[in-house]
């Protein structure tokens, strides 16, 4: 994205939260179903160390082109 001089913006996350953890190392695994133009999907699967299942979801983002800084403000 960057170097089209875009960044991408989150406009609609829906995860299924399948089980619960409170100490545990986590793999995510994201792919990328549509990047196009305008808009990306996601698809988001997040696995516990033994390969179960905790949470999956969707991510949908909107590509932005990047704001020009104006003279004198400040580049981040």
Known sequence: MADRGQFAVGV????DFIRAVTDARLSVVA????QGRV????EVVIRDERGVLVARGTL???NIP?????AGAPER
Do not use: G, I, K, Y
């Not at 792919?31 to 549509?34: G, N, T, Y």
């Not at 990047?66 to 104006?70: A, G, H, I, Q």
């Open 66 to 70: 990047r704001p020009v800084p104006s």
């Open 60 to 62: 949908r983002l909107q």
């Open 31 to 34: 792919e990328a179903l549509q």
């Open 39 to 42: 808009q990306q999907l996601w």
């Open 12 to 15: 609609h996350n829906e995860t």
